[in-house]
């Protein structure tokens, strides 16, 4: 079996930090659309997110510009078909899937609105399109972030623009990592409820989740198709609880940097008497 090396342009399982509950999590949020349909998964990469769409799929089909990548998936999983191809030239017939899957795709290309009109020919009468790209605002601008893979990335309207001109009817979710990985539609099914405050002023509460790290939309031609799904606000909790753990260590090894470098400066005041003491005494 080959292995796949995780460079940073692409996800690989295994890979530990933040990026694994954001990728995992989407796979999981797209899995409920996906039983008994045609779907495919537009830049796969490794190939985990088609095989776990494949568990409930039809048909689960996974492309990607990457050789190595293809190899690896193949290789790896063997309830889904793979295919080498770049995202603006799907090897695949007109109207011919129910469902397409691109997560953090649009960001990593020039040819943005070509790959959306191939999406749009493969796309089969009330099929749906479920796709995910950084909120640019948060990912980039707030933090002061430069990811070295990313070729165009898209703020809000430009993004909404892109999508609708192929997609008229657009529901918007947003996703925000936290101690959870938080997928939230910006308008709330009655069966959920999100409740977000802030510190300083908890009795002010906001049923939607604000400044989302990354736009998930599930976009369709018509309204019909996008209302079939119910809005669903969508956790995914770590049974490990990495997150909370690592946040854990990071604060106790703060409290210990603090106090020691309280210690320090304590030493360093008291060096300091006893040198002035000594100059004194000269």
């Not at 990607?64 to 889904?80: L, M, W």
């Not at 008229?168 to 069966?191: L, N």
Request: glycine share 6%.
């Amino acid at each position: 079996m080959s292995k796949l090396e995780f460079t940073g342009e692409r996800f690989v399982p295994g890979v530990r930090g933040e990026i694994w509950i954001e990728h995992w999590h989407r796979y999981h949020f797209a899995a409920r659309c996906a039983a008994g349909k045609r779907v495919l998964d537009v830049a796969c990469g490794e190939g985990y997110g088609t095989a776990l769409l494949a568990r409930t799929a039809r048909e689960a089909t996974g492309v990607d510009v990457s050789p190595a990548a293809i190899e690896h998936a193949k290789a790896t999983y063997g309830n889904a078909r793979f295919l080498c191809a770049p995202c603006t030239k799907l090897p695949l017939g007109d109207a011919s899937i129910d469902v397409v899957v691109s997560f953090e795709t649009i960001e990593h290309i020039d040819e943005q609105a070509p790959f959306l009109d191939e999406i749009a020919r493969v796309l089969a009468p009330g099929g749906v399109l479920i796709l995910s790209c950084p909120n640019k605002v948060e990912y980039s601008d707030r933090r002061g972030y430069k990811n070295e893979f990313h070729v165009k990335e898209l703020y809000r309207d430009e993004l909404a623009a892109l999508v609708a001109a192929r997609f008229p009817a657009i529901a918007w979710y947003g996703q925000k990592p936290t101690f959870f990985s938080v997928i939230a539609p910006e308008a709330q099914p009655a069966a959920a409820q999100l409740v977000e405050v802030d510190e300083d002023d908890p009795a002010k509460a906001s049923a939607q989740l604000s400044h989302p790290l990354y736009f998930v939309l599930v976009a369709g031609r018509t309204r019909s198709e996008v209302d079939a799904l119910a809005p669903a606000l969508s956790i995914m909790s770590d049974r490990g609880d990495w997150v909370h753990r690592d946040y854990e260590k990071v604060m106790k090894w703060m409290e210990q940097s603090i106090a020691y470098s309280k210690e320090l400066e304590a030493k360093l005041a008291e060096r300091e008497k006893e040198l002035a003491a000594l100059r004194g005494k000269k």
